[in-house]
């Protein structure tokens, strides 16, 4: 190459650094022209002011308060008590075991001990991460940075909360020493389950004071903070021991621990040893959950159960599981009365009603569960409210159990039949004494008992549960009319493939809640009204203010013709169909059964004036039962529950419907009078 071309290239890769520099100095010179004149730079002082606040005003009792929580009954009496026990179980730095301060470090802030409260190589790692993989994959926060965001902000993705928490951050880094600020996190950051700090944690998972935890046991409970959700050690055991190992591996690599108990505290078998406190299982966590959405509901957030893909799906799901856990901690810690609307009489005599009636089945799983179970919901039809929540039979069992009454969803059988077909129907120009055919079809369902009756009316069909009629009549309406009821009424596992006639006879996908069935038969008691079903009635500050009041919104799902036609057939099932004998003495009653293919799922749904209940009854690992239908465990449940809770109550009638020859001389007459 000639010197001339050669100093031609050096001139023009001069030029070019120059523009890049000049055009640089452009984009900065914009960035500050907005900071300054958009407002940012008056926004930004004012966090960094507020901040200075925050930790000038700070005393160590700061990091020690916390309020109690507490939840009554219909008629006030306390249910539960949520308490964080910060005060109660604080140590010093000195009484935290060094294992635990090594731990935590590891895994969430290798730099604490240099940094001035900030990483910032932390936090171009985490961009980095973000340009490489398109997600936030691993955080930028240090241990001062979450201890600012929990004791004085929110937990708000925003950037005016990330800059503040900057702020916070290093204000407190001035203020108190490094092994005081790992002091105040260690006692604040939550472990799940209500415990906050890990003096709590240690006493509530492992029945035990901190210092006498080994190694493994240690690493095991420093996992959960990150996400108490996902490493929850009740319901994700697996996710906690993963994350525990990677603990003891970043130890190890430290050079915190040796070789030899790396491998040992690795290979320990982590075994929960909760300590017994008295407590309505069913019932506080069911209260926990309507408490906690009711929360999320205040923050703005919007429940939804269908998605348009299933990357629409995973970042709601993501959305819902961060800020549950924010709405959880707050209900611990906030000082709030929870006013609610079980009866705990009502609800000792669900538990019972279920217990006595499964007592001769005794098998349990490997970890001691009963395997056949059962779980039932109560509604008082005046209200809307739950009154009674049962998710399964009695055991002792160290803190709270699956609670199936809102958790576990399974196939309905012909419980769902009033719900997608026969109101539907009836909307549609049926009448319960429309005649229908009960014929074999080919390469359709058989009834149960393989016998077929020709023409027969529809209350009929109802009554005897032809799954003949039920297919026709859903055919004709089309499965996406059917499904669309329980789309209304907040069915959370309906999916697209559920669109097709083996629904009319409740071959669901994933099925259905005993919570959703008990609204959803409530809302034809209730003239067709659907009200979203929870036990919260108003939850109020410490001090008496209120924060929320659940007044029942009703939403019109079925015509009230349809419904009141339908909860006459019912009457009749109830009497004289395949729910015989199950109605509640001397109190007009409706009610369906429901069996599933070869006896695995059996259900009774019904109701009265006053009550609606549902019972389910089953394997948690779905296996045949010989003789469980409807009308034998579900059924003898539901009938002794509703015969208690109506003892000394006057007999109530349905609301009466106007029958099809009377309505059509009520219609003639009133066009008559128009001429």
Same mark, same amino acid.
């Given at each position: ?560 013709? +349809?419904?009141?036609? !339908? *909860? &006459? $057939?019912?009457?009749?099932?109830? @009497?004289?169909? %395949?729910? +015989?004998?199950?109605? !509640? *003495? &001397? $109190?007009?009653?409706?009610?369906? @059964?429901?069996? %599933? ?79």
């Amino acid at each position: 190459m000639s010197f001339r071309k050669r100093k031609k290239k050096k001139y023009r890769l001069f030029w070019f650094i120059v523009k890049l520099q000049f055009l640089l100095m452009l984009i900065l010179a914009g960035g500050l022209f907005y900071y300054y004149y958009g407002g940012y730079a008056r926004e930004v002082q004012n966090m960094k002011t507020e901040a200075v606040e925050f930790v000038r005003d700070s005393t160590e009792d700061t990091f020690k308060a916390v309020q109690t929580s507490v939840v009554y009954d219909k008629n006030g009496n306390t249910i539960s008590t949520l308490k964080g026990e910060k005060d109660v179980y604080y140590l010093s730095y000195e009484e935290i075991p060094v294992d635990v301060c090594a731990a935590i470090i590891s895994i969430e802030d290798k730099k604490f001990y240099q940094h001035n409260g900030i990483d910032y190589k932390a936090i171009l790692r985490a961009v980095k991460a973000i340009i490489e993989n398109g997600e936030v994959t691993q955080g930028a926060s240090t241990i001062t940075q979450q201890l600012a965001r929990n004791i004085f902000l929110t937990q708000d993705k925003t950037w005016q909360r990330k800059v503040e928490e900057m702020f916070v951050a290093t204000e407190l880094e001035k203020k108190y020493s490094k092994n005081k600020i790992l002091e105040f996190y260690l006692n604040n950051i939550y472990f799940g389950n209500g415990y906050y700090g890990i003096q709590s944690a240690s006493i509530g998972y492992f029945n035990k004071d901190v210092s006498e935890l080994d190694l493994s046991q240690v690493a095991f409970l420093c996992a959960i903070p990150n996400n108490p959700t996902i490493y929850d050690p009740l319901v994700h055991a697996d996710n906690t021991v993963a994350r525990r190992d990677r603990i003891l591996k970043n130890m190890y690599e430290d050079g915190k621990i040796a070789e030899s108990a790396y491998l040992m505290a690795k290979a320990e078998t982590i075994a929960l040893d909760r300590p017994e406190h008295e407590k309505n299982n069913y019932v506080e966590t069911y209260t926990y959950y309507c408490a906690i959405r009711l929360l999320m509901e205040q923050e703005g957030f919007v429940f939804q159960n269908e998605f348009d893909s299933t990357e629409e799906k995973e970042t709601y799901q993501s959305a819902y599981d961060e800020l549950y856990e924010t709405c959880q901690k707050t209900l611990f810690t906030a000082g709030y009365r929870i006013y609610t609307s079980i009866d705990l009489e009502k609800q000792k005599v669900l538990q019972q009603s279920i217990d006595e009636a499964l007592a001769g089945f005794t098998d349990v799983n490997d970890e001691g569960v009963f395997k056949l179970q059962a779980a039932g919901v109560c509604i008082d039809n005046d209200t809307g409210y739950v009154q009674a929540v049962v998710g399964g039979r009695s055991q002792d069992f160290d803190g709270y159990t699956l609670n199936r009454a809102y958790q576990s969803y399974r196939q309905p059988g012909s419980c769902i039949k009033p719900l997608i077909v026969y109101a539907p129907a009836l909307e549609r120009g049926y009448t319960p004494d429309s005649m229908v055919e009960d014929e074999r079809i080919e390469d359709g369902p058989a009834n149960a008992n393989k016998r077929y009756d020709g023409e027969i009316s529809l209350r009929t069909a109802l009554a005897a549960s032809k799954n003949t009629v039920a297919w026709n009549l859903f055919k004709e309406l089309t499965p996406k009319v059917g499904l669309s009821y329980l789309k209304e009424m907040g069915f959370a596992k309906i999916v697209p493939e559920d669109e097709q006639l083996t629904s009319a006879l409740g071959g669901f996908t994933n099925g259905v809640s005993p919570m959703e069935m008990t609204a959803a038969y409530a809302t034809l008691e209730n003239d067709g009204n659907y009200r979203t079903p929870t036990c919260i009635m108003k939850i109020t500050d410490a001090d008496g203010n209120e924060i929320i009041s659940t007044d029942q919104e009703e939403t019109c799902v079925y015509k009230s013709t +349809a419904a009141r036609m !339908v *909860t &006459d $057939m019912l009457t009749t099932a109830v @009497t004289e169909g %395949t729910g +015989a004998g199950l109605g !509640v *003495t &001397d $109190m007009p009653s409706a009610g369906k @059964t429901g069996t %599933t293919n070869d006896n695995k799922d059996g259900w009774f749904a019904g109701y009265t004036r006053y009550y609606t209940t549902s019972i389910w009854v089953g394997y948690d690992m779905p296996e045949e039962l010989p003789g469980l239908s409807g009308s034998t465990y579900p059924g003898a449940i539901w009938h002794t529950f509703m015969e208690k809770c109506h003892e000394g109550l006057a007999p109530v009638d349905f609301l009466p419907y106007i029958e099809a020859d009377k309505y059509q001389k009520i219609r003639q007459d009133a066009l008559g009078d128009e001429e």
